[in-house]
C-alpha cells in the first residue's frame, strides 16, 4: 500500500544521450520540433526497477522521500512516470509531483517560446503527466490530494489559472525538506497546522537600490503553502535536512544552500549560507554509487562559496579541495562537478580550477561542465545590480567586468572545463551601449577560441515579476541592438555544438554521429530561421546583427592579473598580520 505517490516531470527524467546542449531542448516549441525527433533526442530516459519505482529521480523529490521515510507514519514511493497507473489506487491519499518548468515560463522558455505564444516540450510533457494523474485520480482515489512542488513552484503565482485547470490541490513553496512530512500528514488528516504553515507564498521584491524585501501574499483559495514566517520551524539547520535514501539524477548531491552576492535579480540571495561538511556529502554520494552512478554532481548556487570566510570572497581553497579529494578517493566514484559557480574567484585563483582538474581527472576527452552567471558585459550593470559578482575585484578599479571574465575563462579552459553562460536582456538601466559591450565580449572571447556557451534569458527578476500575471512580448520590443546580442549568442551555441557534438555523449560511435549530426543540423536550421525573424521585426536590426557579426570590442584597463593578484595577496597578509597584532 503506497499512501504517498512521489513522482517528477517526465522532462526531468530525460538524460538527452548525456550531450550538455541538448538538456535545453525540453524549452523547445512542439511546432518547430517534431516529435519523432524529441523523443529521440531526449533519450534515454531514467530506469524504472521491476515495482515500477524510479531508479534514479530529481533531487529535490528525494529530499521529500528521505524526510517520510525518516520521520512520517506515510508510506511513500517515487514512482516512475510511465508506471503511476499500477500505484495510484485507492488507497492513496497524495499524489506529490516535483517540476522545474511546468509552465514553460523559465527564464529560458522564455526566450523559445516568446512567453508562451508557442508550448514548449516542457509543458506539454507536464500537462499531459497531470492529465493522466487526474485521469487515475477520478477512477480510482477521487479523495487523493494532488501536490505540486520544486523550482517551477513560482510559475502559478503568474498563472494561478492552471492550478485548478490542472486539476491541482496544493502548490508547495520554498524549502520544506525537514518539515513535509508535516504538511502531508496534515493533508490527509484534513488539517494542516496554520501555525507551522501558511495558505500563501513568499514573495521578494528589490527596491531602486537593489535591496531585497520579502512579503508573504495570503491565498483566500488555499492552494499555496509556504512555511510561516512566525512558524516554530525555522529554515532548516544542515544536520535537520535528511539525506536522501534514493539515488539522484545525474549524481546530484548538495553541497551547500545560498550564494551571498546579493546581486539585485536573483531571489538566492536571500537565502542563508549553509553548508554541508564533506562527510555528509558523502554520505549521498554512496547513496548514488548503490545505483550505479559514479559521478558526483555537486548542487550548488556559488561552488566558490564552499565554506566561505573572506567577507572579500576569496575562496577557501584549502575547503573546496579538500571537499574534492573525500569524494574523489571514495571507491568507485569516477567524476565530480559543481552545477554553478562564478567567474571572478578563478580570476583571483587561476590555480583553484586546475587543482580540482587534477582531482577529478579532467582532460581532452573529460571535461568539466559548469553553469555561470555571466549577465553583461557592462561594467556599468555589474557595479549597479551585482557589484559583489565581481569580488575580490572591483569593477572600474582593479579592471573592468570584461578583463575578469576573459581572465576567468582562458584559466577554466586550461583546466578543462567548459562554462555554460547565461545573460540577461532588459535589466533596469540598461542601453544599447551595455548591449554593445556584451556582444564585443562574447565576439572576443570566440576569437581567442574560448570554449563557452552563453544563453540569453529575459524576465529572469522572478522576485520582481512574482504576482504580477503579466508576461511581456520578449521579442515584439527588441532593439536593434538587443536582437543582435541574441543572434550572437546563437551564433556561438552553432560554434560550440559544430566543436563538441563530435566529442562528448555517451552513445556508439554510429549513435554519436546521428545525435551529433541532428544537434549540428538543429544548432544550424535555428540560428538560420532566428536571423530572418528578427531581420523582420525592425529594419534596423539588419544593420545591427551586420556590425555585431564583427564587433569584437570590450573595455579595458590593460590590467596585469598577474601583479594584481600578488598585491592583493599582500595587503591581505598585511591585514591578517594587523588583527593577529
Known amino acids: 500500500m503506497v499512501q504517498v505517490v512521489l513522482t517528477f516531470d517526465p522532462s526531468l527524467g530525460h ?8 538538456s535545453f531542448l525540453p524549452c523547445a516549441p512542439v511546432r518547430y520540433v517534431p516529435p519523432p525527433v524529441y523523443r529521440y533526442l531526449s533519450k534515454p530516459d531514467v530506469r524504472a526497477d521491476e515495482y515500477g519505482r524510479a531508479v534514479l529521480a530529481p533531487y529535490g523529490i528525494r529530499k521529500v522521500e528521505a524526510c517520510l521515510r525518516l520521520r512520517s507514519r506515510l508510506r511513500a514511493e517515487v514512482i516512475h512516470p510511465n508506471h503511476l497507473d499500477r500505484h495510484i489506487r485507492g488507497d492513496t491519499k497524495i499524489i506529490a509531483v516535483n517540476t522545474m518548468d511546468p509552465l514553460g515560463i523559465g527564464p529560458l522558455s522564455l526566450m ?62 520554498g524549502e520544506m525538506d525537514d518539515i513535509i512530512h508535516l504538511l502531508f500528514e496534515g493533508i490527509v488528516e484534513g ?12 514573495s521578494t521584491v528589490f527596491d531602486s537600490k537593489g535591496r531585497a524585501s520579502i512579503m508573504y501574499v495570503k491565498d483566500p483559495k488555499g492552494h499555496f503553502i509556504t512555511r510561516h514566517p ?42 542563508p549560507l549553509r553548508y554541508y561538511p564533506p562527510e555528509k556529502v558523502l554520505e549521498e554520494v554512496k547513496v548514488n554509487l548503490r545505483a550505479g552512478i559514479k559521478n558526483a554532481w555537486f548542487i550548488t548556487d556559488n561552488q566558490w ?61 573529460k571535461h568539466i561542465g559548469v553553469q555561470i552567471g555571466l549577465e553583461t558585459g557592462s561594467d556599468k550593470l555589474v557595479q549597479t545590480h551585482m557589484a559583489r559578482k565581481a569580488l575580490p575585484f572591483r569593477v572600474g578599479v582593479d579592471a573592468t567586468w570584461a578583463e575578469i571574465v576573459v581572465e576567468a575563462k582562458m584559466a577554466l579552459n586550461a583546466a578543462y572545463w567548459i562554462p555554460a553562460d547565461t545573460i540577461i536582456l532588459g535589466m533596469s538601466g540598461e542601453t544599447d551601449d551595455d548591449i554593445w ?17 552563453v544563453t540569453p534569458m529575459a524576465l529572469v527578476s522572478l522576485g520582481s515579476l512574482r ?35 563530435w566529442r562528448l555523449g555517451s552513445d556508439t ?37 551586420e556590425k555585431a557579426k564583427t564587433y569584437t570590442v570590450i573595455p579595458s584597463k590593460g590590467t596585469d592579473f598577474r601583479k594584481l593578484r600578488q598585491q592583493m595577496r599582500e595587503l591581505s597578509l598585511n591585514r591578517a598580520l594587523r588583527q593577529g597584532a
Open 191 to 202: 488539517s494542516i497546522d496554520n501555525t507551522i504553515f501558511l495558505h500563501g507564498y513568499r
Open 112 to 173: 523559445f517560446n516568446n512567453c508562451g505564444r508557442e508550448k514548449s516540450w516542457v509543458r506539454h510533457e507536464f500537462e499531459t503527466l497531470m492529465h493522466w494523474i487526474g485521469v487515475l485520480k477520478r477512477e480510482r482515489c477521487p479523495g487523493a490530494k494532488v501536490v505540486v512542488g520544486g523550482a517551477g513552484e513560482w510559475e502559478f503565482e503568474i498563472m494561478p489559472e492552471m492550478i485548478e485547470a490542472l486539476g491541482i490541490d496544493y502548490v508547495v513553496q
Open 437 to 453: 559591450d556584451t556582444i564585443g565580449l562574447i565576439n572576443y572571447m570566440a576569437s581567442q577560441n574560448l570554449l563557452f556557451t
Open 509 to 545: 560511435p554510429l549513435l554519436k554521429l546521428l545525435t551529433g549530426g541532428l544537434l549540428v543540423f538543429g544548432a544550424n536550421f535555428w540560428l538560420g530561421a532566428l536571423e530572418r525573424y528578427l531581420k523582420r521585426l525592425n529594419p534596423m536590426t539588419e544593420r545591427a546583427i
Open 230 to 271: 512566525f512558524s516554530r520551524f525555522k529554515l532548516p539547520k544542515i544536520e535537520d535536512i535528511p539525506t536522501i535514501v534514493g539515488a539522484a539524477i545525474s549524481g546530484q548531491v548538495e553541497i551547500m544552500r545560498g550564494c551571498g552576492l546579493d546581486c539585485d535579480f536573483c531571489e538566492v540571495t536571500t537565502r
Open 305 to 365: 562559496a564552499y565554506m566561505l570566510r573572506d567577507p572579500n570572497y576569496w575562496p577557501n581553497k584549502e575547503a573546496i579541495v579538500n571537499l574534492y579529494r573525500t569524494v574523489m578517493s571514495y571507491d568507485g566514484v569516477t567524476h565530480a562537478n559543481p552545477m554553478h559557480a562564478t567567474l571572478a574567484p578563478v580570476a583571483a585563483d587561476p590555480e583553484l580550477p586546475m587543482l580540482i582538474s587534477k582531482i577529478v581527472g579532467a582532460g581532452p576527452g
Open 15 to 22: 538524460m538527452f544521450h548525456n550531450f550538455p546542449l541538448l
Open 467 to 501: 504576482g504580477q500575471n503579466a508576461l511581456t512580448d520578449v521579442y515584439a520590443n527588441l532593439t536593434p541592438a538587443q536582437a543582435a546580442l541574441i543572434y550572437i549568442s546563437w551564433r556561438n551555441t552553432k560554434r560550440m555544438a559544430e566543436i563538441l557534438a
